[in-house]
């Protein structure tokens, strides 16, 4: 019963983690901490455009452009949970977050991430769909569907996360009270612990090779079924055209699983660690940036909404 009650007010006497963030970078600090900030911005900015141009403009109104709204909201969600945290440890060499606060940052992030893992390989599914079955694409991709798909996809991210963070808070936690990262992280925090991590990472691999492997076969299959649909059009012009409606997605998936499965399976010691932060920005804070670029530059939908808003706003200042 005494190690019983030792172990639960080493648990309870943790107030707050030390997040060492990107150390030995004074000579350049002012200079990061200024391009994260254009970074957020452009991020914050762009997801939020896509959004309202989604809203107010009827030619958008497809499933193809509800699952990128989908993605602009949970880019924003993990832009909003790691950059400002980012932000102060780059301002102040490191920074002090709440222990309750490090396990909200994970939730969000975990969800996040688990959240963009899905709608990727939904909107794939969307563009195997209107390539490979183009006369069924309106009768198979309805409304009620995509909203109803992504309905169980929120509740699903919701419920892995949720049951994998009550598991680790009911850990007990004995420092040393520092992650050498910018951001609460499963495997970092799982470091802290002096209980048996054993039964809760196993059980994260699962969910891990469930939330990213299950996904990746789902779009590697459509691919597959959209490149052999592709080959099979005789004119160059036609295969132009269907493969450009599905390169901005190839090209996000690429960026988006390359980074995540680098950073997951590198080893995180010494220089492999500072390695790992680096590829670490690409998918928390750049990829959010990049995805807005990707969808609306390369889209000339998205450029005639966006021209006829900035023509309505114009009209409505005169």
Not at 65 to 87: A, E, N, R
Not at 134 to 139: A, D, G, V
Request: overall charge positive.
């Amino acid at each position: 019963m005494e190690v019983v009650h030792t172990e639960r007010t080493l648990r309870n006497n943790i107030t707050s983690i030390i997040l060492l963030g990107f150390p030995n970078i004074q000579n350049v600090r002012f200079l990061l901490f200024s391009l994260l900030i254009l970074i957020y911005y452009g991020a914050i900015t762009g997801n939020l455009l896509i959004m309202v141009l989604y809203f107010l403009s009827k030619s958008l109104q497809s499933p193809m452009y509800f699952f990128i709204t989908q993605l602009s909201l949970c880019d924003l969600l993990l832009t909003t949970d790691i950059v400002p945290t980012l932000l102060l440890t780059v301002l102040y060499g490191e920074f002090a977050v709440s222990f309750i606060g490090c396990f909200i940052q994970f939730i969000s992030f975990a969800i996040s991430e688990t959240l963009e893992c899905f709608l990727l390989s939904v909107m794939s599914y969307d563009r195997y769909v209107a390539i490979c079955n183009p006369l069924r694409y309106h009768s198979i991709m309805t409304h009620t569907f995509c909203v109803t798909l992504v309905s169980i996809i929120w509740w699903t991210c919701a419920v892995i996360t949720t049951v994998n963070v009550i598991c680790m808070y009911n850990l007990y936690f004995c420092g040393p009270h520092v992650i050498d990262h910018f951001y609460c992280d499963f495997e970092p925090l799982m470091q802290l612990s002096c209980s048996d991590t054993v039964i809760i990472r196993t059980w994260a691999l699962i969910m891990g090779l469930f939330i990213m492997a299950l996904p990746f076969v789902i779009i590697v299959m459509s691919y597959v079924y959209i490149a052999l649909t592709i080959l099979k059009i005789p004119s160059n012009t036609g295969r132009h055209k269907a493969f450009s409606t599905c390169s901005s997605h190839l090209i996000v998936v690429c960026l988006f699983y390359g980074t995540l499965m680098i950073v997951y399976l590198f080893p995180k010691r010494g220089e492999s660690l500072t390695l790992s932060k680096v590829l670490s920005l690409m998918y928390t804070v750049v990829t959010p940036l990049l995805n807005p670029i990707i969808y609306t530059l390369r889209n000339k939908d998205f450029k005639k909404a966006f021209y006829k808003l900035k023509l309505i706003f114009l009209f409505n200042v005169k």
